[in-house]
């Protein structure tokens, strides 16, 4: 099976402290796409970012930004100036000729 | 918001007996897809769908059926649920032409007793 890694189980981090969530994903296909979901305490997924793997250029949209590198498989999130509102379980995915293949996710909290 | 209404919201039963969860879409998507969430696990893809009557098998499809007999309606179905099987059950739905990017119902809460 294809794998996605997140390595972090759970974070805890202070309020306005930056934080990145790692992410590290296996494949063969040649055309892939790369998510994150957030996931709050509420139980609902929330789409964060698609990025395709023909576009390696980073992201930033407000306080999250993403890394894209092709070279280490990897698709990095940091969140910067971290808030409470940014407290949940944040999904790393991958869909290539299979469908979306998750993550076991990063729970982060961040403490006031 | 995406229109996916997952029912029931929330579920107890007894093992062994039969389960049928559903999950409603008004999107018309073509794609759709029942994911269980476990801790430690993350999701796991259980089957999904690629049109009406067209139905391929998940990472964890043992001991779930499914069905889709319209566009809209996607049945999740344990036939005879173990205590295994209680877990939080997603709907999700997709396009192509949508982006890939998967929509997910709010998850239906199921304990099997």
């Known amino acids: 099976a294809q794998k996605v890694t997140q390595a972090q189980t759970e974070i805890s981090v202070v309020e306005k402290e930056d934080v990145t969530l790692d992410c590290v994903y296996e494949t063969r296909d040649t055309t892939y796409y790369l998510f994150w979901y957030k996931q709050p305490p509420s139980g609902e997924l929330v789409f964060l970012i698609r990025r395709n793997s023909f576009d390696e250029q980073n992201e930033i949209s407000g306080r999250y930004s993403w890394n894209f590198q092709k070279s280490t498989s990897s698709f990095n999130f940091t969140i910067t100036a971290s808030q409470v509102v940014d407290s949940a379980v944040y999904f790393c995915?991958?869909?290539?000729?299979?469908?979306?293949?998750f993550g076991k996710g990063t729970r982060l909290s961040v403490i006031a | 918001d995406a229109g996916i209404t997952q029912s029931p919201r929330h579920k107890v039963t007894e093992t062994g007996t039969p389960v049928t969860l559903r999950c409603h879409q008004t999107?018309?998507?073509?794609?759709m897809y029942w994911y269980r969430q476990d801790p430690g696990h993350g999701l796991r893809l259980i089957h999904y769908s690629y049109g009406v009557k067209d139905t391929d098998k998940g990472e964890v499809s043992d001991g779930y059926s499914v069905s889709r007999s319209k566009t809209e309606d996607f049945l999740l179905t344990l036939e005879s649920a173990t205590s295994s099987q209680t877990s939080v059950y997603f709907c999700?739905?997709?396009?192509?032409?949508?982006?890939?990017?998967?929509?997910f119902g709010s998850g239906t809460q199921l304990s099997v007793l």
């Open positions: 995915a991958r869909k290539g000729n299979t469908p979306l293949v």
């Open positions: 999107e018309n998507h073509r794609y």
């Open positions: 999700a739905i997709s396009d192509p032409l949508a982006g890939e990017k998967l929509f």
